[in-house]
């Protein structure tokens, strides 16, 4: 037997198959044939045993040669194998970022979520707490601790809700105010506003719906006064409708509060002067308010001679409205985007 030829040859054969090669696994029965336990190759080291002593070492030798020579190009065609691979994934995975990218619309807040937080802003910056509390409130807390007892002419101002024979969709956030004055015990100061929602029964119409947003605010201390208060409405106007507004205080009533107040802001249109908007009269009236009734104060366990409080209650749709000249309350829940992204904080 001649070991160099036929070590050409299969060297000669390993080289054809390894240039046709494609995948892995195909390389791996290659492997098995040409230097695997079973190879041709590894079978030659059987005629080492008829060969004379001082022949069997070159031999040996010849055939190790070669398994390495094999082994190296296999191993070759291995790493070929590999990045052809890798290149033929980052072919078909290429991204190309000079493309367009879609339109991806920015949303914006709700105008009244808009409006609420900036109250809350301005609120917060004056040492007021944010208060929140239940859209299913009972009589006790949405009437009776509020001065309206249960045959009180006063109930027909809030259209109601009920739910059960005591609980009802709370008919503004002054409840809110009852249950903080309530966990405060009637031992120290209360100064909160609660932004929420409310119900009512109504017919909606361009100006009524049966649900929409208040932000009640209440302030009990031992030294409260009627120009504190005017004081706090005169920043709202402003904050809401420009610095330059001034406010006029009509006398007005509420159940909760005595004396009441219905505020009027001067008209941002005219400036006082009288146009359409304001009905030529230069004002607008934007929300209502009063001193804490003492009935309040005490079912809430304040001694009225010792605390004295004010309260007063925005409507957020109203000034939302007031504030952009939208005509119809409804615009504000049909969620139709050209409405909603007009307003862009
Ligand atoms: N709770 C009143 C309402 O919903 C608003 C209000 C609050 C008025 C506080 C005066 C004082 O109509």
């Known amino acids: ?21 494609t ?19 590894t079978g030659l080291m059987k005629h080492m045993k008829d060969l004379p002593d001082d022949e069997k070492p ?21 790493q070929t194998l590999h ?17 367009d990218a879609p339109d991806y619309r920015l949303g914006t807040p709700h105008l009244l979520s808009q409006i609420v937080e900036e109250l809350e802003d301005m609120f917060i910056g004056m040492g007021y707490e944010i208060k929140e509390g239940p859209e299913i409130e009972t009589d006790q807390m949405n009437f009776e601790n509020l001065n309206i007892p249960k045959d009180h002419p006063a109930r027909d101002m809030q259209d109601s809700l009920y739910i059960g ?15 903080t004055m309530l966990e405060y015990g009637g031992t120290r100061p209360v100064k909160i506003i ?8 109504d017919d909606d119409d361009a100006t009524h719906s049966h649900q929409f947003m208040q932000i009640e605010g209440l302030v009990v201390d031992e030294v409260t006064t009627m120009s504190d208060l005017k004081g706090t409405l005169l920043e709202v106007a402003r904050e809401m409708f420009g610095p330059d507004r001034q406010i006029r205080l009509r006398p007005s ?14 008209c941002a249109n005219c400036d006082g002067a009288g146009c359409n908007i304001c009905k030529h009269t230069g004002f607008i009236e934007i929300l209502g308010a009063g001193m804490v009734n003492n009935n309040v104060l005490r079912s809430a366990g304040y001694d009225p001679e010792r605390y004295q409080g004010f309260a007063f209650g925005i409507g957020v749709e109203r000034i939302a409205m ?9 615009n504000f829940y049909v969620n139709d985007l050209r409405f909603n992204s007009q307003f862009k904080r």
């Open 253 to 266: 009533y509420f159940p909760f509060t005595e004396p009441s107040v219905e505020v009027d802001v001067t």
């Open 165 to 179: 024979e005591e609980t009802l969709l709370r008919t503004h956030t002054s409840p809110v105010q009852v249950r």
């Open 23 to 41: 995948t892995e696994n195909e390389l791996q029965n290659i492997k098995a044939k040409y230097v695997g336990k079973k190879a041709e190759l």
């Open 322 to 330: 007031l504030k952009h000249d939208i005509e119809d309350i409804r």
């Open 194 to 201: 609660c932004p929420g929602k409310v119900y009512r029964r």
């Open 58 to 78: 070159a031999f040996g030798k010849t055939i190790n040669e070669a398994k390495g020579r094999f082994t190296a190009m296999i191993e070759a065609t291995k």
């Open 1 to 21: 037997m001649d070991l160099k030829k036929t070590i050409e040859k299969l060297e000669a054969a390993l080289k054809e198959e390894l240039e046709q090669v």
């Open 83 to 99: 990045q052809r691979a890798l290149d033929e994934k980052l072919r078909r995975e290429k991204v190309d970022v000079t493309l």
